[in-house]
């Protein structure tokens, strides 16, 4: 009797957990969930237009995102460019380096992610080597179509910022209340492919 009742109250225990944790279907959800999500953490290649205005040739990019926590909702991203031109926003061109943009997603449904990413253009020449002369943000919506095998920023805004007049901190951002040289968009920025 007394072994019957200690079966039944572990069946009882096993079947409040079940139920509390999501019942016997948990892993099939789970590999649903995963499927209805987006996950975006990997590598992607693709073309950066540019704004329409700069009359510029296209960018070709290499984009890395990984894991700022555990859940996958925030993710760090850095954009190396494969032809940088330090011209390509049309701000300044004392310039010879546009540095990789780099910053976070955050996601916003199951297949966008709001995303802030920043970069700066930057002399080498020996007299001024390591001389930032603007600062480049850009703000947008990310979105994967095509089951998660393709990205596009469907809508980004570009702001440049002189860095001698808008960052008298010098802290490496636009003082708060800095008003930026340029602003382009809302606009398409890039369309990008996944290839890992």
Request: charged share 25%.
């Given at each position: 009797m007394r072994r019957l009742f200690t079966i039944t109250l572990l069946a009882l225990a096993l079947g409040m957990f079940l139920f509390?944790?999501?019942?016997?279907?948990?892993?099939?959800?789970q590999v649903l969930a995963?499927?209805?999500?987006?996950?975006?953490?990997?590598?992607?290649?693709?073309?950066?237009?540019?704004?329409?205005?700069?009359?510029?040739?296209?960018?070709?990019?290499?984009?890395?995102f990984s894991r700022a926590d555990s859940s996958g909702q925030n993710l760090v991203a850095v954009l190396s460019w494969a032809n940088p031109d330090?011209?390509?926003?049309?701000?300044n061109?004392?310039?010879?380096?546009?540095?990789?943009?780099?910053?976070?997603?955050?996601?916003?449904?199951?297949t966008s992610y709001d995303i802030k990413l920043m970069a700066y253009g930057v002399e080498t020449q020996p007299e001024a080597?390591?001389?930032?002369?603007?600062?480049?943000?850009?703000?947008?919506?990310m979105a994967f179509p095509d089951n998660c095998?393709?990205?596009?920023?469907?809508s980004a805004t570009v702001r440049?910022?002189?860095?001698?007049?808008?960052?008298?901190?010098?802290?490496?951002f636009p003082d708060e209340d800095a008003e930026p040289g340029r602003v382009s968009g809302p606009l398409q920025l890039s369309n990008a492919k996944r290839i890992h």
């Open positions: 509390i944790n999501g019942g016997p279907n948990l892993l099939a959800r995963s499927h209805e999500y987006c996950r975006a953490e990997g590598s992607w290649i693709g073309i950066n237009a540019g704004p329409a205005d700069a009359n510029i040739p296209k960018l070709i990019f290499q984009e890395t330090p011209t390509f926003f049309a701000f061109t004392d310039v010879d380096v546009l540095t990789d943009l780099t910053g976070i997603a955050i996601r916003t449904s199951k080597r390591g001389e930032i002369h603007y600062i480049v943000t850009v703000e947008g919506t095998n393709s990205k596009v920023i469907e440049l910022y002189d860095k001698a007049t808008t960052d008298l901190d010098e802290d490496g």
